[in-house]
């Protein structure tokens, strides 16, 4: 019986998303194993976890440019160190549930429980193996601290592990894999049915928006932006996902109902059907979050991107239109133009979908279990 704890941190979604995609597919595929998934931070301090996160959350909504600010503070000098040493005093209440479980391997999808793991390890508390996986399209310093006692790096792409290589850490350590998603985009859905589901027509143009959730980032900025989705693509059908942001959904909902499209924009709050939805869609207009990105992707799906979060999400907007494979609507652009292009020159979302191929790496949570798993 080999035995995995899988840590990860819940700030943004993507981090838990990725831990839940290697615990389903090792479970399904893998059963002479036990594995565990566990808050990190949650676990040594739930309201140490609740300050932070929701401190995190205030931040990224309310004052954007002060995330920013820590995100690119905790790269080096003070704020680094602070952190850094703020993980090694928290990584003994962790060493717990390291004693108790007593793993073979251990996986994180936040370096704050990568930076705990690897103190440990270089204290000789654990002899584990310990595999990180970077849950963004850029790298950041604090995913590296201590990497001598980090045995595998799973990336996105070739650009992180250029600059991995690049800090010191020897290449055989590095996987580029992809960020892992549910293996449900994998899967060929019918396009008659999704349609009937959401009561679509399966012979028009379907559009997928993401509001931002419960963020809300440029509420009228995105405001803006349906309102041009509906004026001008007046033969497209629009699903429109707001979230936990109640305030965007009765604007999107007054919207529709003052422009009477009830036949062709549908909103929801919250579905459990993105593959089918994203399978169906022409182009997807959302936040740049690495896991929503990579769904996009490997769903071969053009990305037009708005209202990134300054630090981690502004870097992932700069590599997918360096690569040709988003088009990032900035708050200098004229959002309703740059959809009007899109709309009169189809060839734009043509030729992103010809890039997608190059990066969208479908097999990640697949490819990242095999190396893990023959590891142990």
């Not at 602070?82 to 060493?95: G, Q």
């Not at 708005?306 to 997918?320: H, V």
């Not at 060839?347 to 997608?356: A, G, V």
């Amino acid at each position: 019986m080999k035995k995995i704890l899988i840590f990860y941190g819940a700030y943004g979604g993507g981090h838990l998303q990725a831990a839940k995609s290697i615990k389903e597919h090792i479970e399904k595929n893998y059963p002479d194993t036990q594995i565990e998934m566990i808050d990190c931070i949650e676990y040594i301090n739930k309201y140490l976890n609740k300050i932070s996160t929701t401190a995190y959350k205030e931040m990224a909504k309310k004052a954007p440019w002060m995330w920013k600010r820590v995100y690119t503070n905790s790269s080096s000098g003070t704020l680094s160190k602070i952190t850094t040493r703020a993980n090694h005093l928290m990584s003994r209440k962790l060493d717990n549930i390291l004693q108790e479980f007593k793993p073979d391997l251990v996986i994180s999808t936040h370096p704050f429980s990568n930076q705990m793991c690897t103190n440990l390890r270089k204290k000789h508390k654990i002899n584990c193996k310990i595999a990180t996986i970077l849950t963004d399209f850029a790298s950041h310093p604090q995913w590296t601290v201590d990497s001598d006692y980090i045995d595998y790096f799973f990336v996105s792409n070739h650009e992180i592990k250029d600059q991995l290589i690049e800090s010191g850490i020897p290449n055989f350590k590095i996987f580029v894999t992809g960020i892992p998603v549910s293996t449900r985009f994998q899967k060929t859905y019918s396009r008659e049915e999704i349609c009937k589901d959401f009561n679509l027509d399966p012979n028009k143009d379907v559009v997928l928006f993401f509001a931002g959730g419960e963020f809300g980032l440029g509420r009228k900025r995105t405001h803006m932006i349906f309102r041009a989705l509906i004026r001008l693509y007046k033969t497209t059908q629009v699903v429109a996902i707001s979230g936990r942001n109640k305030k965007m959904y009765n604007k999107f909902k007054k919207l529709v109902e003052t422009y009477n499209v009830q036949d062709r924009i549908k909103i929801f709050e919250f579905t459990s059907k993105i593959p089918e939805l994203m399978s169906i869609s022409k182009f997807v207009i959302t936040k740049p979050g690495g896991l929503t990105s990579t769904e996009s992707l490997v769903s071969n799906l053009p990305i037009v991107i708005i209202n990134p979060i300054p630090g981690q999400e502004e870097e992932n907007a700069e590599f997918l239109e360096r690569n040709h494979l988003a088009i990032w609507i900035k708050k200098s652009d004229n959002g309703a133009r740059v959809l009007k292009n899109i709309y009169r020159h189809p060839e734009i979302l043509e030729e992103m979908k010809k890039n997608i191929p190059n990066f969208a790496l479908p097999n990640s949570t697949e490819d990242i279990c095999n190396v893990l798993y023959n590891s142990i």
